[in-house]
T-cell receptor, first 114, second 113 residues
Framework: GAVVSQHPSWVICKSGTSVKIECRSL??????MFWYRQFPKQSLMLMAT?????????EQGVEKDKFLINHASLTLSTLTVTSAHPEDSSFYIC??????????FGDGTRLSIL | RKEVEQDPGPFNVPEGATVAFNCTYS??????FFWYRQDCRKEPKLLMS???SGNEDGRFTAQLNRASQYISLLIRDSKLSDSATYLC??????????????FGGGTRLMVKP
């Protein structure tokens, strides 16, 4: 069964809207979660590392004020794409690692900005 | 230079064929290595871990050469259902709770009847 749950799976909204994506670890605590983005025909690129109780660590070129990450509990990290524009349309995936297991990915969120 | 490099393909092979994918990585501090499979518009799913001693899982064989920083995946007796993108993934431990994964660009495989 799924160990990492991501919601929503698909979002279509107007330009300028802010969109929140949730990533939950099921049956395990995740002090660290990772957020990736995948554009069509490209591989996953790490956006940021989400740390419970502290600020996220962003990869070079990712705007922290644009992509707000909140990891308020040991089982939930949220990514908010603020004032989304068409160029933010992408596939966003989170991941977390249960103890002694490989990384598990959420189902992903397909974001389409019109 | 990309941290993890793969031939993007596509590899078009007939059913039953044997196909091999290669991958190179640049960070010698990388600790763990994996092959993931990604179907179109889906999240990646772990196919197998890769060890220096080589490991086999059914029709799939993975190999790691740390000295050359080279990873391979061999698929024997290809099935139509093997059609997917295969991602070479390298892991570096960030802290006690997490590993940072770096993905290759993926190699697309298409198995045809």
């Amino acid at each position: 069964g799924a160990v990492v749950s991501q919601h929503p799976s698909w979002v279509i909204c107007k330009s300028g809207t802010s969109v929140k994506i949730e990533c939950r670890s099921l049956d395990f605590q995740a002090t660290t979660m990772f957020w990736y983005r995948q554009f069509p025909k490209q591989s996953l690129m790490l956006m940021a590392t989400s740390n419970e109780g502290s600020k996220a660590t962003y990869e070079q070129g990712v705007e922290k004020d644009k992509f707000l990450i909140n990891h308020a509990s040991l089982t939930l990290s949220t990514l908010t794409v603020t004032s989304a524009h068409p160029e933010d349309s992408s596939f966003y995936i989170c991941s977390a690692r249960p103890r002694n297991q490989p990384q598990h990915f959420g189902d992903g969120t397909r974001l389409s900005i019109l | 230079r990309k941290e993890v490099e793969q031939d993007p393909g596509p590899f078009n092979v007939p059913e039953g064929a044997t196909v091999a994918f290669n991958c190179t990585y640049s960070n010698s501090a990388s600790q763990s290595f994996f092959w993931y499979r990604q179907d179109c518009r889906k999240e990646p799913k772990l196919l197998m871990s890769v060890y220096s001693s080589g490991n086999e899982d059914g029709r799939f064989t993975a190999q790691l050469n740390r000295a050359s920083q080279y990873i391979s995946l061999l698929i024997r007796d290809s099935k139509l259902s093997d059609s997917a993108t295969y991602l070479c993934v390298v892991s570096l431990q960030v802290n006690n709770a997490g590993n940072m994964l770096t993905f290759g660009g993926g190699t697309r495989l298409m198995v045809k009847p």
